[in-house]
Every structure is written in C-alpha cells, then in structure tokens.
C-alpha cells in the first residue's frame, strides 16, 4: 500500500470545472485543448483548485493543458461511477436499467477506476486527491452504486495512487 508523504496544501479558493459549452457533453463532443486552455486562463486567477468529476477526455485535456502550459493548479479528479443496481425510488423517473445495462455500467466502472489510478500517477503534482463516483449513494440518484462497492473502489484506488481518496456524496438533491 502506498503512502501519501505529507500532503501540503496551500490556502486558496477551488471550483468545480466542467468545460462542456453548448452542443459538447460527456460521451458526446468534448472541449478542445485550446478551449480548456482558454477556460483555465480565466480561472488562473481566481482559483487554485478544481474539481474534475471525471476521468474521460475533457479530464485528460485538462489535465494535458495545466502540465504542458505550466499552469498553477492543483486538481481533486473524480471517477464518476455509472448506476450498478436499480433504483426504483430515484424522484425523477431513472434508475431503472436491464441487466445487461447494469453489467455494462460494471465493466465501465471498473475501466474508469483503472483511469483514476493511471491519471493519479501519472500527474502526481498535478492531482492533490481522489475522488470515487459523485453522489452514487444517495437514495435518490439515477446511478445508484452500493456502499459496499464504492468502498471496494476506494480501497482499489488507495492500493494503486498515492493521493488521498474520498467520495462524494449530499443527502438530498435540494
């Protein structure tokens, strides 16, 4: 198991950064290099650390931007995990998926839980901490994932980056 030697932390302002701009979304088009560049150059200023909530390729483009322009961030990256179970009492109609689905959601957690720990060691004084999936737990969520199994995924990102692990959970969706 890997140790993270000390970690320090500078006092500043953090932000949750998505760069998605009209038409681009996850799974869809994503930000280019020079649209994150852009974006980051207005927040240099202002903030310090950024939230990314997932390791797909606008992840990836930040993380590319901020190491190969020298940039002063530090960055909290999220795997968001996609719904491994049903849930029936999500209040806004979804959660419901077939088997062959949640299996699929499965495989693809497992894949972005290897991209988490591949990213965090990659960038190591880029990414200060880890995050597994982004309110998967809640009883009202669309992607809803065990307890059990979120904590399976952190201790798999503990044994394989040096960064602190957490996960991310509210208690209501208001």
């Known amino acids: 198991m890997n140790t993270f030697t000390r970690l320090q932390l500078i006092p500043a302002k953090g932000i949750c950064y998505s760069g998605f ?17 852009e974006d980051l150059l207005l927040l240099q200023p202002h903030w310090k650390y950024l939230r990314l909530y997932d390791v797909d390729l606008h992840g990836e483009t930040v993380l590319e931007v901020i190491s190969r322009e020298e ?11 996609e719904a ?32 988490l720990i591949q990213l965090a ?26 307890v059990q199994h979120v904590v399976e995924y ?13 996960f991310a959970k509210t208690t209501s969706p208001g």
């Open 21 to 37: 701009r009209e038409s681009q979304m996850p799974g869809g088009k994503y930000p280019s290099y020079d649209e994150v560049k």
């Open 71 to 81: 940039m002063d961030f530090k960055i909290m990256l999220g795997a968001y995990i």
């Open 84 to 115: 491994e179970m049903n849930n029936f009492g999500c209040p806004w109609g979804g959660g419901v998926y077939t088997e062959p689905e949640l299996e699929r959601n499965r495989k693809n957690n497992i894949q972005k839980i290897q991209k």
């Open 121 to 146: 060691n990659q960038y190591p004084d880029i990414i200060f901490s880890l995050s597994v999936g982004n309110e998967a737990c809640v009883d009202w969520t669309d992607h809803y994932v065990s």
């Open 154 to 166: 952190v201790q798999t990102v503990k044994e394989g980056a040096v960064q602190p692990v957490t």
